[in-house]
């Protein structure tokens, strides 16, 4: 499979972040990565999430939410990490941009979160309804979104490990609380971070079908 990959720096606010892109030739969408706590853009779970997506015939774009020196900062006090408002602005500034790309603007957008990443996601969908067509979260915080779960229109998965409880607890309140169309999944004998086995493949697997499904809906027939 032919694949367009680009290394690229992404303008936000008065910050740059850095960021892989890889489009597969022909690509029915674009899944933005919105990584987890403590995470980057090299994060291997992600990465390998990427790979898969890719193969499906997906885009994808990773970045990181913080710069160099914030993530040293966050390395050491973990605070950024948690700072949801500040990474939803990322998620935004970045899908803007994407929107004003000429290899991206014409390819319905999905978000894929992680961890804190889930909750970035969301808010940054709620604040873009019209430009988000899908979300997925794996072993995602959703309930850190807060009261933008009520304004999230895209259909949204929730991924969680059958042997992270507290994780499947605060996805199910999340669940109930987003109002579009929602589907949780569970993958037994997964933990956190989906370490066990196969159990990544099928998170990733699951990822890749919701997002074939529902920004497959969002293509435009070509003009003739």
């Not at 499979?1 to 489009?23: C, F, H, N, T, Y």
């Given at each position: 499979?032919?694949?367009?990959?680009?290394?690229?720096?992404?303008?936000?606010?008065?910050?740059?972040?850095?960021?892989?892109?890889?489009?597969p030739f022909g690509a029915a969408g674009l899944v933005l990565f919105a990584?987890?706590?403590?995470?980057?853009?090299?994060?291997?779970?992600n990465q390998f999430v990427a790979r898969i997506l890719r193969t499906k015939g997906l885009?994808?774009?990773?970045f990181d939410l913080l710069t160099p020196e914030e993530e040293a900062i966050d390395s050491v006090t973990a605070e950024l990490?948690?700072?949801i408002r500040l990474l939803a602005e990322r998620v935004v500034g970045t899908i803007d941009w994407l929107k004003g790309e000429k290899a991206t603007v014409d390819?319905?957008?999905?978000?894929?979160?992680?961890s804190t990443g889930a909750a970035a996601a969301l808010v940054a969908a709620a604040a873009?309804?019209?430009d988000v067509e899908a979300i997925v979260s794996r072993g995602g915080r959703p309930?850190?979104?807060?009261?933008?779960?009520g304004l999230v229109i895209a259909p949204t998965l929730l991924v969680v490990g059958g042997n992270d409880d507290v994780v499947i607890e605060l996805n199910l309140d999340a669940l109930r609380r987003l109002r579009g169309e929602k589907s949780i999944e569970v993958i037994p004998g997964a933990s956190h971070l989906f370490a066990e086995g196969d159990t990544l493949e099928q998170a990733a697997n699951l990822a890749a079908s919701w997002f074939r499904s529902k920004l497959s809906a969002g293509l435009q027939p070509a003009e003739t």
């Open positions: 499979m032919e694949i367009r990959q680009s290394e690229l720096r992404v303008k936000v606010g008065d910050v740059e972040l850095a960021g892989e892109l890889g489009i990584h987890g706590s403590g995470s980057s853009r090299f994060s291997p779970r885009g994808t774009l990773l990490r948690f700072d390819l319905p957008l999905g978000l894929f979160g992680a873009r309804p019209h309930d850190l979104a807060g009261d933008a779960l």
